[in-house]
C-alpha cells in the first residue's frame, strides 16, 4: 500500500486526512440536511389550506378574462405562459394525449391543477426527442451495438423513444400507487379519531381539521386530502360534491364508503357514529388481511435468495472442514 502511494505521489497523511475530511464533512451533512429541509408536512399543509383562495382567484381570474376583448389581453396572456404551455397549445396535446382519465390518474398521484397536466403533456412529447437523440449518440455516434445490423440498431433507438413516451405514466402510476397505499395504512386510524370527533360534539369540518392535524404525522397525503375536503365544504354550493371528490381522488373503496355514509347522514339524518365505528373495524380488517397477505408472501419470494447465498454458504461451512481433513489424509 505504501508503494502505490509512493508511486501516486502523495503520502498517507495526506490520505488520512482526507478520509478524516469527508468522514467530518459527511457527519456534518447528516445532522444539517433534517434542520435545512424543514417541515415538510407544515409546508404541504400550509399549501392546501390555501386551495380555496386558489379556486377563488382562479374563478375571478376566468370571469375578468372574459370580459376583456381585444388582442392585447390574449398578447399578455401569451407572454404570461411558459414554454411547456406553448408547447402544449401549439401543438394541441390536450386533445391529442389527455382525457378525463388522464386527469384522475394526475389526481389521485396528488397533482391537481391545470399545471401539472400541462408539464405532463409536456414530458411525454419531449421525452421522446430526448431519449431518442441521447440513443442515436450513443448507438451509432459512439459506436455501440457496432456489430449489430443497422435495423437492429434502429429498432432499438426507437424503443428507447418509445420508452420515454410512456415514462411519464409509469412515474404517474408508482406516484399514485405510494399515494393510494399511505392512505390506505393511516384511513382506519383517521377513521377512530374522526369517530371520537364527531361523538363529542364536533362537526364534520371541524372533525376533519383536527384529523388532519393528527394523522399527518402518519400520512401526509391522507392530511392533505382531509384539508382540502375542509375547503371544498366551504366553497362548493353541494357538500356531496366535495365528498366524491375525496373518493376520486383517493381511488379507494374505503373512502368511498365512508363519503357515501357521510352523504347519507347529512341527507336523510341517520347517525354518522354508528355508521363510523363499523367502517373503522372494516378498514382496520382490510388493512390487516393486506399485511398477512404480504407476510404470506414472503417465503416464495425468499425461496431464490436462500438457493443463490444461504446454501453455498451453509453447504462450504458443513463440506469445508470434512474436505479440508480428506486433503490432509491424501
Known sequence: MQSLFDFLGVSSAMVFSAVIAIAVFTTFLAFAMPMLAGNRLQNRMRSVALERDEMRARERARLATEKENGRGAGLRQQQNRGIAALVVERLNLRTALADEGTVASLRVAGYRGQRPLTLFLFARAVLPLV????????????????????????????????????????????????????????????????????????????????????????????????????????????????????????????????????????????????????????????????????????????????ILFFLPVLFAVIIGPAAIQIMKLQ
Open 131 to 306: 431519449m431518442l437523440s441521447v440513443a442515436l449518440f450513443y448507438v451509432f455516434g459512439l459506436g455501440l451495438l457496432a456489430e449489430q445490423a443497422t435495423m437492429m440498431r434502429v429498432a432499438v433507438c426507437i424503443g428507447i423513444a418509445y420508452l420515454g413516451f410512456y415514462a411519464p405514466i409509469l412515474f404517474v402510476k408508482n406516484q399514485a400507487a405510494k399515494r393510494r397505499l399511505s392512505i390506505q395504512r393511516a384511513w382506519p386510524d383517521a377513521l377512530d379519531l374522526l369517530l371520537i370527533c364527531v361523538e363529542s360534539g364536533n362537526s364534520i369540518e371541524a372533525a376533519f381539521r383536527r384529523v388532519a392535524e393528527e394523522i399527518g404525522i402518519q400520512s401526509i397525503p391522507l392530511a392533505e386530502e382531509l384539508v382540502l375536503v375542509c375547503a371544498e365544504l366551504s366553497y362548493l354550493p353541494d357538500r356531496k360534491v366535495a365528498y366524491d371528490n375525496l373518493a376520486a381522488r383517493t381511488g379507494l373503496e374505503g373512502v368511498r364508503a365512508v363519503t357515501t355514509a357521510l352523504v347519507q347522514a347529512e341527507r336523510y339524518g341517520t347517525p354518522l357514529g354508528n355508521a363510523l365505528r363499523v367502517l373503522a373495524q372494516e378498514n382496520r380488517d382490510i388493512r390487516m388481511n393486506l399485511a398477512e397477505k404480504k407476510a404470506a408472501s414472503l417465503p416464495p419470494k425468499l425461496t431464490v435468495p436462500m
